[in-house]
């Protein structure tokens, strides 16, 4: 009798040791699993879409830990890393290169555009310290827009990128026209249980993230991690705490550079234009729903988030179309992701500002 | 002779066990300029505290004894209870807000609104904040408060911009425009002025004064406070040690109470050294100015010879801490520096600790420790980003030499801790304080500074700490230049004690020197002043 | 204690604190420069409707400003409360129309915003310093939230009548996309005679026909109103040095400003006058020789008659508005809001609610910002149930920060300023587009980039700025400069006390 209270206490114990945002995010993605199987979806169709969706955002949920760590916040300017990946993916298909060499050179131009675009970020996150979030994420805003100029104009004439009339990029450029489609998706894809597992995607996005485990875990990144937690104690380490932040935001950028490729050969299409506008807050809310906070961020918390907050995303469609006929469901389930994605941010907006009454 | 005002009867004050006030009865009388003494840790501000309802004392478990105005009891529960009973109190950082006017300022939350017929109306529609201000009145109220003061500035002048000194006058106005000012505490108000305006301030306490306001003055200038006060309350490790008007008193005897005798740790090993003048200079320091604020070192210049204990001391906020700061290259400073006869840029840190100086900082949460991370990533930090210590092959951590040292460190140096693991803001003050210590120990330097090694630390701590140092010191010829608040510990393992006033060094004594003389010099009054004052 | 700055200094400081403001104007001026198919009256006419559709959404902004809780994003909240008011009228009282139908949105609106802003209020205060990414934050998150219910909670939760034409056909759940406000019953039996039976007069533009004058007359009307305000603060400012001090107005600017308000008065008479003569005298005048005499004129006259008229209803709402946003920065309240601005820890001392102060601040915002949006919409005429809102926030922030503002430092100036400035880089800029890389689209991306830039920028710098100013407080010179001071004030000191 006495042990099994004991054994209940420690139950919840555990599960109060568990982030708010994680629990309750975990349930309700629970719930929907439940639901959606009631409802009569098969159970490996729900959790094949979710890993999908955990596939093509990982890397970007990623690109939020070393910027994190380094005291800068989360990466709300992540379209000017997203941007600098479209550049490489365009430039490399302007030059007609198909198949795994455009995802070679691509995400090696990708990190290389991505790492300038950090650097200059970067200095920009030191001037405005202490206010990073509230200025990033329109910088971001900015960027997104002015490269809908630059997709109009870049002096490109491949047939296959263009508008059909008139000049500029399209807006989506297909990758099947240059066998890159799916093409890490579809990398020994096999079958489970009726669970689809896009085995190439994934060890990308494993191999990413071991990548930044084992950078927190150098000189350079620890010393990263001291600068988030106490610029002063770094300071009198001799850690050069601006040119640290600069590099942590170099390669957030990198990484978010990296992840719209993954993403795009997910999905088959190269998005232009508008499309990254609003993409750092999806990507946040992730990793926080993974267990981060503001100032502190794991790997842990992004391979649980991802997996958890785009899960959700994933499946709400075609559960809530079962149970909630004649309406709008797609507009139910993206008023669904605004709320619970900017309520999460919102919560640890709020959590930050208790730390920084204590 | 004028009748009592304000009563301190019997007060005590505990901190989370620590004794800070014991039993302490004074009292200040009407129209009378109180001045209250003591060094950092007397008790000064807590009986300020105290006095001001402020919620640090009634967070804290509240305080025994009693206040009596006007031979009344009465509760200060909060500073609005204080401000009600005619206590008014200058703070050292100024409550001013920059972007209004001086009489904004005055009137802050006391403004004066207009009575028409349309507030009237609004008021009673929107609440009582919807009348419009009367701002003819509230300038004109400022102008009398500042008259009071021999202000000619205009009253609708942006405080913003004014000259520092002038901005403790107007705290003062607004302090005198209140009804029914009875005591007004100004704590250490001069500190920030030069020498005019500190004259022109203290014939303004003379003025409100003869208002029949009594004022408690708290300053470390012993001349000043000799110049203009009527009595002296002289406080020493929360205990009261005399009240005394200051005509039967002089400057040498107040010192003398001020640091008194304190029964502390004794000499471990006998008296300081004498280093003989050609015995090498590990650190020479030359026209040193550091920018700390509230420190700031203004033009100091000293030597330290090899395996020389150099003690640092003086008042909080006279620039002590800003020295071993400023070297190390956390605040900006300047002059010339030689370590090892090697001249060292300032404001490179790395440089510093690369060279093999060491620095366990006063502020031991923000600057000593990362409160959130594990005992042994705390100890080889600096070691590891600095000399590239504890790194395997692939540049990744080494785990293991990690644990080894830190094991080792925790032994040394007795760390109370469940395991090497343990969060560093979970141990206890004198804990923190050694692994702050190991943490310097394992960058294996030859100069240590080390400030207030401490402070807020219990006796077994201190004394482990004490004893390390100079063994350290005598066995491993370290160079350790050590700051703290506390006389008797500088004096107890020090081969020499230096003391900082007002970013000045003021003099350097033997450990042996005489308390006056240390007293004195802690007031910036040198030898030969101090002679001639007494 | 002034500090003397040369003349290139000051210009130099001029142009950084004004960098902004001179952007758009270069834009704007660029702008003019190279559109081709473009009028001054048709520039004008835009101009003029932005600025009545947009001015109390931009107003809305200022109170929270001056409570030191930056550049609140969150009227996008009121903004919903307004929308959520018209979808209400328009499902019950859908027959209601004009004036009325106009004045039971703003009250129906108005506690839903009270309701709406102290929930934002309380919101802010739990995530103080973070105020300006957390009301970024909040925009969205109401955004879903509203959109929730109104997608789904109409109808799906709340029963509807079934086949009200508010509501989606066929499902009866959620609110249509789209809907109209209703035609204003004059223009009704003109545009839709003969349309389909149940179509009714509704609210659109009710303000804005109630009572228009010609724009001529209104440009007299503001000039001479603006130059005896000049004098008046004139004659003030004689007696009251204080308010002397804060205006430091020269006496050559007072007259400049006279001067300029002369000539308005003088241009509306002429143009006025022209217009009687080319319409009455000239045009009834057969005689083409004596047209070409005067072909400026004849433009000219053309240009000024097809300028709108200006509504004078819309544009009392609006100044009374900013009227009482200046009376509520002399209240007691708003003093307090400042004290609470300029900073926190010292009001709370001085016994200010610091908390309560803020939230105020808040549900004034969103209350004004509730009843813009409904002036805003019902200038429109229809509204995008699920979008119309997104930019709301953006558009206005951007505006005010054009007109000088930053995210310590509004005022009434500040919003009409940039209300005409950001607006006229939204008209000139598909012109700039199609100049310069000679497609209609590229317009629309520098426009977006205008936006999110002007933010991004005017934010940064000022972050910027506070921490240089913090940073040099505290610098190594700052203390060598006064060292050097003090010790000059001593030697001067001694000096003096050695003379005779």
Not at chain 1, 107 to 124: E, K, M
Not at chain 2, 234 to 244: A, N, Q, S, W
Request: glycine share 10%; net charge neutral.
């Amino acid at each position: 009798m006495s042990e099994k209270v004991t054994e209940n206490v420690s139950f919840l114990s555990l599960i109060r040791k568990i982030p708010f945002s994680t629990r309750a995010v975990g349930l309700f993605y629970i719930a929907v699993v439940i639901t959606g199987v009631v409802v009569g979806w098969p159970f490996g169709m729900l959790i094949s879409s979710s890993l999908h969706l955990f596939g093509v955002w990982a890397i970007l949920t990623l690109a939020n830990v070393p910027s994190i760590q380094s005291g800068t916040g989360p990466n709300f300017a992540l379209p000017i890393g997203i941007v600098s990946g479209l550049l490489a993916m365009v430039l490399i298909l302007a030059m007609n290169v198909m198949g795994w060499m455009f995802m070679l050179l691509s995400t090696i131009l990708a990190i290389i555009l991505g790492s300038i675009a950090g650097f200059f970020y970067g200095r920009l996150m030191n001037a405005v310290k202490g206010s990073e979030m509230a200025i990033a994420p329109y910088t971001g805003f900015a960027i997104t827009a002015i490269f809908g100029l630059v997709w109009l104009t870049l002096p490109i004439d491949h047939p296959n990128m263009l508008f059909f009339l008139g000049d500029g990029l399209r807006h989506q450029i297909p990758l099947d026209y240059f066998n890159a489609n799916f093409i890490l998706a579809n990398l020994l894809q096999f079958e489970i249980a009726g669970v689809t597992v896009r085995t190439g995607e994934l060890i990308v996005v494993f191999v990413a993230c071991a990548l930044m485990w084992l950078f927190f875990r150098t000189k350079t990144g620890i010393a990263i991690s001291a600068v988030g937690r106490s610029p002063m104690f770094a300071k009198a380490a001799g850690i050069n705490v601006n040119r640290s932040r600069i590099i942590a935001n170099m390669i957030s950028t990198a990484v978010a550079a990296v992840g719209i490729v993954v993403y795009a050969q997910g999905f088959g299409f190269v998005q232009l234009y508008d499309f990254p506008m609003f993409f750092a807050f999806p990507a946040i809310a992730g990793i926080l729903v993974g267990g981060a906070s503001g100032q502190r961020a794991r790997v842990m918390n992004v391979i649980v988030g991802a997996f958890l907050f785009q899960g959700l995303l994933a499946l709400a469609l075609p559960v809530f179309t079962r149970v909630l006929a004649d309406t709008d469901v797609g507009g139910v389930v993206n008023q669904i992701r605004m709320i619970v994605q900017n309520g999460i941010i919102l919560y640890a907006l709020a959590l930050m500002a208790r730390g920084a009454k204590q | 002779m004028s009748r009592t005002l304000l009563e301190f009867k019997n007060i005590s004050k505990t901190y989370s066990g620590n004794q800070v006030l014991k039993d302490v009865s004074f009292d200040i009388r009407e129209g009378e300029i109180h001045a209250l003494l003591g060094e950092n840790g007397a008790g000064k501000s807590t009986i300020m505290n105290i006095l001001f309802g402020m919620p640090v004392i009634h967070s804290t478990g509240g305080f025994e004894g009693e206040l009596h105005i006007d031979e009344k009891k009465v509760d200060v529960n909060s500073p609005f209870d204080a401000m009600a009973l005619g206590i008014g109190m200058v703070h050292q950082e100024f409550m001013l807000i920059p972007g209004f006017t001086i009489a904004e300022n005055v009137k802050l939350n006391r403004e004066i609104e207009k009575n028409n017929i349309i507030n009237t109306i609004t008021s009673s529609l929107f609440g009582k904040r919807m009348k419009t201000l009367d701002r003819k009145a509230m300038n004109r109220d400022a102008r009398k408060a500042l008259d009071k003061l021999d202000m000619s500035i205009e009253e609708f002048t942006l405080v913003q911009g004014l000259p520092i000194g002038y901005m403790q006058f107007v705290e003062i106005a607004r302090e005198i425009d209140k009804k029914g000012l009875k005591v007004l505490v100004l704590d250490e108000p001069t500190a920030v002025l030069t020498e005019s305006e500190a004259e022109h301030l203290l014939s303004a306490m003379r003025n409100i004064a003869a208002l029949g306001i009594a004022i408690v003055f708290i300053s470390h200038r012993l001349n000043e406070i000799t110049a203009v006060s009527d009595r002296v309350t002289i406080l020493r490790d929360g205990e009261h040690v005399i009240t005394k008007d200051t005509k039967d008193t002089n400057v040498l005897e107040i010192a003398e109470y001020m640091v008194g005798r304190k029964v502390s740790i004794d000499r471990t090993s006998g008296e300081g050294r004498q280093f003989d003048d050609n015995s090498d200079i590990a650190l020479s320091v030359k026209d040193l100015y550091v920018a700390m604020p509230n420190e700031q070192v203004k033009g100091i210049s000293f030597d330290v010879r090899k395996g020389e204990i150099f003690g640092i001391g003086g008042l909080a906020g006279q620039g002590k801490l800003g020295i071993a700061n400023g070297l190390m290259g956390i605040y900006e400073a300047k002059g010339d520096i030689l370590i090892n006869g090697q001249k060292v840029a300032l404001g490179k840190t790395r440089q510093m600790l690369g060279m093999g100086a060491a620095f366990v900082s006063e502020d031991r949460k923000g600057v000593g420790l990362l409160i959130e991370e594990s005992i042994e990533d705390n100890i080889v930090f600096t070691a590891m980003n600095i000399h590239s210590e504890f790194l395997n092959a692939l540049g990744l951590a080494n785990k293991h030499t990690i644990r080894e040292h830190a094991r080792k460190m925790i032994k040394e140096l007795d760390i109370r801790c469940t395991s090497e693991k343990q969060h560093t803001g979970r141990l206890s003050g004198g804990n923190q304080q050694k692994v702050c210590l190991a943490r310097a120990l394992t960058q294996k330097p030859s100069i240590l500074f080390v400030s207030e090694p401490t402070r807020g630390i219990d006796i077994g701590a201190k004394k482990l700490i004490l004893d390390l140092l100079l063994k350290l010191s005598r066995e491993q010829g370290m160079t350790i230049i050590m700051t703290s608040s506390e006389l008797a510990e500088l004096c107890s393992i020090s081969d020499r004690v230096a003391i900082v006033c007002e970013g000045e060094m003021v003099g350097i004594l033997p450990p042996d020197a005489s308390l006056s003389k240390f007293g004195l010099m802690m007031s910036g009054i040198k030898e030969a002043e101090g002679e001639v004052a007494s | 204690m002034i500090e003397k700055t040369s003349l290139a200094g000051k210009a130099r400081s001029f142009l950084f604190n004004n960098m902004v403001m001179l952007v758009f104007l270069g834009f704007v001026i660029f702008g003019f420069a190279v559109a081709e198919t473009f009028t001054a009256s048709s520039f004008t006419n835009d101009i003029m409707t932005r600025f009545f559709r947009n001015g109390l959404l931009v107003l809305a902004l200022i109170i929270p400003v001056m409570a030191g809780l930056g550049l609140n994003f969150g009227i996008v909240v009121g903004a919903l409360a307004g929308m959520l008011a018209l979808i209400f009228i328009r499902y019950h009282y859908a027959v209601l129309h004009g004036f009325p139908a106009l004045m039971l949105a703003f009250l129906v609106a108005t506690p839903i915003a009270i309701l709406f802003g102290f929930l934002t209020g309380k919101l802010y205060n739990k995530t103080k310093g973070q105020e300006m990414i957390a009301s970024l934050i909040v925009s969205f998150f109401a955004e879903g939230v509203y959109g929730l219910f109104v997608l789904f909670g109409i109808g799906g939760l709340i029963p509807v009548r079934p086949g009200h034409r508010m509501m989606n056909p066929g499902t009866d759940i959620g609110v249509r996309g789209a809907f109209e406000l209703g035609l204003p019953a004059e223009e009704l039996t003109q545009a839709v005679r003969g349309a389909a039976a149940d179509e009714y007069p509704g609210m659109a533009r009710t303000l804005n026909l109630l009572w228009r004058i010609e724009f001529v007359y209104a440009l007299a009307v503001i000039a001479v109103a603006m130059f005896l305000f000049l004098i008046i603060r004139r004659l003030i400012m004689r007696r009251n040095s204080a308010l002397a001090l804060t205006v430091n107005e020269p006496l050559w600017a007072f007259i400049v400003k006279s001067v300029l308000c002369g000539a308005v008065v003088a241009f509306a008479f002429y143009s006025s006058g022209v217009i009687y003569y080319w319409y009455n005298v000239l045009h009834n005048t057969p005689d083409i020789d004596r047209l070409d005499l005067l072909p400026g004129i004849s433009t000219f006259a053309v240009e000024i008659s097809r300028i709108n008229q200006v509504p004078v209803v819309t544009s009392l709402v609006i100044g009374a508005i900013a009227l009482f946003i200046v009376y509520f920065s002399k209240t007691k309240l708003g003093q307090d809001c400042r004290s609470v601005g300029q900073s926190q820890p010292i009001a709370n001392v001085s016994g200010i609610n610091v908390d309560r102060t803020r939230i105020i601040a808040t549900i004034f915002s969103t209350v004004l910002a509730a009843w813009g949006m409904i002036i805003y919409l019902h200038d429109i005429g229809h509204v995008a149930t699920y979008t119309i809102h997104r930019n709301i926030g953006f558009f206005s922030v951007a505006a005010i920060l054009v007109g000088g503002a930053t995210a310590a430092r509004a005022s009434v100036k500040n919003a009409i300023v940039g209300l005409f400035l950001f607006h006229a880089m939204f008209i000139v800029s598909p012109h700039v587009g199609l100049f310069l890389f000679d497609d209609g689209n590229a317009g629309e991306y520098m426009r977006t980039f205008l936006v999110y830039g002007v933010i991004g920028l005017s934010l940064g710098l000022y972050v910027w700025k506070n921490l240089k100013v913090a940073r040099d407080k505290e610098s190594l010179a700052t203390m060598m400069n006064k060292i050097g001071k003090n010790k000059q004030v001593a030697t001067n000191d001694n000096a003096n006390r050695g003379g005779p």
